[in-house]
């Protein structure tokens, strides 16, 4: 095959034979002998998708720019069987923003996890869920959404879990999605998304990626591969440290409630194990104080940082009322369990006396 690395355009060896392997790229297949031109096939992006599909269980993976334009990808992509989308809410701000939006001609129900069957149509083409949900950390229950799709594609957005504590295509999902800009990168320097599914979905999406150009770029590809080789350590490090931060940030007279799927009543449907081989290192709390407190809080850390994002080696503190939610309408946040006193921590590799220490200082 015809490659030179990280390059727009490759030489066309045999007119005729690379000719052909154009049409057969557009059209959504994987490269067998030329690839072409950047915007087909990159040899460093199609490297990573190969390891995060043996990470998940997949065919295939599809990685595009972003999370965002991932979920866009996957809802161009499944359009050809109808226009009818069923969402579980709670999920992230901008994808529960895209999805409300119709912007890509889809028109979308929202329910509850245990709704879903009753809002499944003839036209309905795809049920999408988050778990563990943001910023809530709602675990949903993948198998059970499955049954009650039958026939209709599941996607799951599984950024918060990571394949190292969930692989969803075990519980029947056809489609999972990450925002790679969390954890698969997990140093905070990439902005990237990724499908996992079949190959013939795959087609699909790469022809989707095609015509809209919305593609990794072949160093994200390349710090997300690195990246790959530490995200075992790198979540089950944070999430031994999430644990410690919740059970205390649960004694704290400040916070009202915690929510994290490792502390007791965090896990109603028994997940944890049957899904799920971990709690994760996101959490959530409620401040008695409400906004005030929250934004208090938020300029009294000094070790985490308040910022939006998550998955990266350093903690990152944010307020979804004011922050990543502020797109959704302030009644559905209400309705999502998304308060105005709830802040989210992404729990980094810090030392997890050190967290603490910064988290009570910031508190009192
Ligand atoms: C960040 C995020 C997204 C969007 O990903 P981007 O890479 O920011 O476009 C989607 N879903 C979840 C759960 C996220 O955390």
Not at 49 to 66: H, I, P
Not at 130 to 149: C, F, G, H, K, Y
Not at 213 to 238: D, K, N, S, W
Not at 290 to 297: C, I, K, M, P
Request: charged share 20%; hydrophobic share 40%.
């Amino acid at each position: 095959m015809f490659i030179k690395d990280n390059s727009t355009t490759n030489p066309m060896g045999d007119p005729v034979e690379c000719g052909e392997e154009l049409g057969h790229l557009a059209s959504g297949g994987d490269v067998r002998n030329c690839a072409v031109y950047a915007r087909l096939y990159n040899p460093t992006v199609g490297r990573f998708e190969k390891a995060l599909s043996q990470l998940e269980g997949t065919e295939a993976t599809v990685a595009f720019a972003s999370g965002m334009a991932a979920l866009s990808a996957l809802l161009l992509a499944v359009r050809e069987d109808g226009d009818h989308v069923v969402a579980v809410r709670p999920m992230y701000g901008s994808s529960d923003h895209l999805l409300a939006s119709g912007m890509l001609g889809a028109r979308v129900d929202f329910c509850r996890p245990d709704e879903v069957g009753d809002h499944i149509r003839p036209e309905t083409a795809l049920v999408f869920v988050e778990t563990p949900s943001n910023p809530t950390l709602d675990l949903v229950d993948i198998a059970d959404v499955v049954r009650q799709a039958g026939k209709v594609p599941v996607g799951v957005d599984s950024t918060f879990a990571t394949p190292v504590l969930q692989r969803p295509v075990e519980q029947g999902a056809t489609f999972v999605l990450h925002s790679g800009t969390k954890f698969l990168g997990g140093h905070g320097d990439v902005v990237a998304g990724t499908i996992s599914t079949t190959e013939a979905w795959a087609r699909r999406l790469r022809s989707v990626r095609v015509m809209t150009g919305a593609l990794l770029h072949p160093l994200g590809a390349y710090l997300l591969h690195r990246g790959l080789q530490t995200l075992p350590i790198r979540v089950r490090t944070a999430q031994a440290s999430a644990r410690a931060l919740a059970e205390r940030l649960s004694g704290h007279p400040a916070v009202a409630r915690v929510q994290y799927p490792g502390l007791p009543g965090g896990d109603p449907k028994g997940l944890l194990g049957r899904q799920m081989k971990g709690p994760g290192s996101l959490l959530s709390f409620d401040l008695r104080g409400g906004l005030d407190a929250a934004l208090s809080l938020l300029s009294r850390v000094r070790l985490a940082t308040p910022a939006v994002s998550l998955g990266s080696c350093d903690t990152l503190i944010q307020h979804p009322w004011s922050m990543t939610h502020r797109v959704v309408p302030p009644e559905t946040k209400r309705e999502m369990g998304v308060t105005e006193g709830l802040i989210r921590l992404s729990v980094g590799l810090e030392d997890p006396e050190d967290l603490w220490a910064d988290l009570e200082q910031a508190l009192a």
